[in-house]
């Protein structure tokens, strides 16, 4: 055998390949139409009917059009039927601000990466790359525990009195210019480190690059406001308003769902992860030491039911998700078995397990589970999945996910740990297994 491809061997995959008639059609057609138009199967499109018989009612949807804050987005629309329902207001006519949120994610963000680059017991350059401290230390997505750590902070804020503006609904600018300026503070406070170690004196230098930053968000995405008077009509049509109303007092006042009892529930079965374990991811955060991005490892069939208890009791599950295969747009199917690859081109698909070893799939999109279709039995059969995009795809902006997507392609979920079983509960006492930035999750 030759370590190269030669002419000789070209010309006897051709020969091959002419063998069989219907590798022409299948390319006469892909090439005209696309892979996705050649290759999907219609029936399963209509085995995934929208109708589910465990459902919460339907909310004004989101679009985030070009930002990175799906994880913003779920997040609000888990807390929104709550409130909405405090408030006696028609769940349609509420939302809640992201920009709010995203305006306090990035400047605690960039205090998280100035206090890790403070505390770190070695400056080396090859140190701080091989941990990834840097890289990622302010881009634009979270994490439901950071979501839930700005809120603790800093509260909730109605949309209307911190509206999306022109860079709030884009990534490249901002992002770009405040991890310039973030990561050129970071060369300066590593300068002065290894000068002296000296916290007070550090803490002085990032107390000015705060400031700093606080004026740069303010510029681009308009300054937070501390007091507002919210003004609405509810479902009787009755007006109300609360004069000088704090974000944090419309937090506490409206918001009856604890936050904090939610925990993080993954399916993660790659070489690295164990079931039944918890883990904590290394550095990432936003409010500093209380954003640790932490889950407990269960198998699918646990999250699943999890989930169902969760949304038997009204309330949403938000979700992680890796939503870049086997999805139909204009249908909003999420199938495994929507895109016949298998027959069309003669070739096995990654497991799970082999997508996250190989690094295939990561939980790139967060959405939010607000329905589920069960069989006699109590099986799911199908899930309502609320996305942040529009209602000009999918049906009105939901997916149906068929149950065979959710095995393969979700990859964790947040779940009130009340649901847990008492097995469940107790391995939250455990120790935390640490993992590097880089793992897909």
């Known amino acids: 055998m030759n370590d190269q491809i030669t002419t000789e061997l070209i010309k006897r995959f051709s020969e091959e390949y002419n063998k069989d008639y219907i590798n022409k059609i299948m390319e006469n057609s892909i090439t005209e139409n696309g892979i996705e138009n050649s290759c999907i199967d219609r029936k399963i499109i209509e085995e995934n009917q929208p109708i589910f018989n465990i459902e919460l009612p339907d909310s004004k949807r989101y679009d985030q059009k070009d930002n990175f804050r799906c994880w913003i987005y779920s997040g609000l629309n888990f807390i929104q039927y709550d409130m909405a329902k405090n408030l006696n207001i028609d769940l349609k006519k509420f939302s809640l601000s992201n920009n709010y949120i995203a305006f306090f994610d990035k400047l605690e963000k960039s205090n998280n990466t100035y206090e890790n680059i403070i505390n770190i017991e070695n400056t080396d350059w090859e140190y701080i790359n091989k941990n990834n401290i840097l890289e990622y ?47 050129k503070d970071c060369i300066k406070l590593l300068e002065a480190k290894r000068k002296s170690d000296n916290i007070i004196e550090l803490r002085k230098i990032k107390e000015i690059f705060l400031q700093e930053n606080y004026s740069f968000l303010s510029k681009i995405l308009g300054e937070p406001k501390t007091k507002f008077n919210y003004e609405y009509k509810d479902k009787d049509s009755k007006y109300i308003k609360y004069i000088d109303m704090s974000p944090m007092e419309f937090k506490n006042r409206f918001l009856t769902i604890n936050l904090n009892n939610f925990i993080s529930i993954a399916d993660i079965p790659m070489y690295n992860k164990k079931y039944y374990k918890l883990y904590r991811e290394k550095y990432l955060g936003n409010v500093y030491k209380n954003s640790y991005v932490e889950f407990l490892n269960l198998p699918i069939s646990d999250i699943k039911n999890l989930a169902i208890k969760q949304l038997k009791d009204n309330l949403p599950v938000y979700i992680r998700i890796n939503l870049r295969k086997f999805r139909d747009c204009k249908s909003g199917v999420l199938d495994t078995r929507l895109y016949n690859y298998k027959k069309s081109f003669d070739i096995d698909l990654l497991t799970k397990e082999e997508a996250l070893n190989t690094h295939d799939i990561y939980p790139h999109h967060c959405m939010t589970i607000c329905g589920v279709n069960l069989l006699e039995d109590g099986t799911p059969q199908r899930w309502k999945i609320e996305d942040s995009y529009g209602t000009n795809e999918k049906i009105d902006g939901y997916y149906v996910m068929n149950d065979n997507y959710f095995d393969e392609f979700v990859l964790q979920s947040i779940i009130d740990k009340k649901y847990l079983s008492e097995e469940q509960q107790k391995m939250l006492n455990q120790n935390f297994i640490e993992f590097e930035i880089k793992d897909p999750f």
């Open 137 to 183: 230390c302010v881009a634009e997505g979270g994490h439901w525990q950071w979501f839930v750590s700005i809120v603790n902070k800093y509260g909730i804020m109605p949309y209307e009195y911190m509206p999306d503006v022109y860079e709030s609904l884009q990534v490249q600018n901002i992002t770009n210019l405040f991890s310039d300026k973030v990561k």
